[in-house]
């Protein structure tokens, strides 16, 4: 089982839309989340870090359920811009701050 | 920006030649990562390192080896390249933040094809 599963998707939306995300991860001493944003043939980069408290960072909030194991991503208003791949990502155990990461849902916001 | 650049951006290389792909970073950051990414399997960690001439494996290490001589400089090599590391591979930094932890940052890849 791998470390950081997510919902490959595809995720199809309309403009406007609320959309959800989910990720679950299995090392239970992970101390450090993130969510990524990748556009195609690009490198991944940093959406949001997900604090204990759950943030918000304009039409995005994240939210860490440490019991459950779990972190989310909620997108309100969706645009059309938003159309990526989005990449859980969860700190690794003893590996100097590396990430494991989730293989990506994709989403596709459609006029 | 956190000033990674990869070289080259694109390599067609031949079974059995070797590699080695440049990660430069103006910043100063201590850790320094390589991954690549592969269809169906996502980001995998393949070597990091947390100074100069200190590194370690990562979940696919198996035909690769890094060095590390400046701390601006972390190169992958591909001994012998097989088919099946064709793949994207990406560099990134770690840097610290702060509320405390770290965030990382990737460069913009190197597509390696070995025909």
């Known amino acids: 089982r791998k470390e950081v599963e997510q919902d490959p998707g595809p995720f199809n939306v309309p403009e406007g839309a609320t959309v959800a995300f989910n990720c679950t991860y299995s090392?239970?001493?992970?101390?450090?989340f993130f969510w990524y944003r990748q556009d195609c043939r690009k490198e991944p980069k940093l959406l949001m870090s997900?604090?204990?408290s759950g943030n918000e960072d304009g039409r995005f909030t994240a939210q860490l359920n440490r019991a459950s194991q779990y972190i989310s991503l909620l997108i309100r208003d969706s645009k059309l811009s938003d159309s990526a791949t989005y990449l859980c990502?969860?700190?690794?155990?003893?590996?100097?701050?590396?990430?494991?990461f989730g293989k990506g849902t994709s989403l596709l916001v459609t006029p | 920006d956190a000033g990674i650049t990869q070289s080259p951006r694109h390599k067609v290389t031949e079974t059995g030649t070797p590699v080695t792909l440049r990660c430069h970073q103006t910043?100063?950051?201590?850790?320094m990562y390589w991954y690549r990414q592969d269809p169906g399997h996502g980001l995998r960690l393949i070597h990091y390192?947390?100074?100069?001439?200190?590194?370690d494996k990562g979940e696919v290490s198996d035909g690769y080896s890094v060095s590390r001589s400046k701390t601006e400089d972390f190169l992958l090599t591909l001994e012998s390249a097989t088919s099946s590391q064709t793949s994207v591979y990406f560099c990134?930094?770690?840097?610290?933040?702060?509320?405390?932890?770290?965030?990382?940052?990737f460069g913009q890849g190197t597509r390696l094809t070995v025909v």
């Open positions: 990134a930094i770690s840097e610290t933040v702060d509320r405390g932890g770290t965030e990382a940052f």
């Open positions: 090392n239970s001493a992970s101390q450090s």
């Open positions: 997900v604090y204990s």
């Open positions: 990502a969860v700190n690794m155990k003893n590996s100097g701050y590396a990430l494991n």
């Open positions: 910043e100063n950051h201590r850790y």
């Open positions: 390192s947390y100074g100069v001439k200190d590194t």
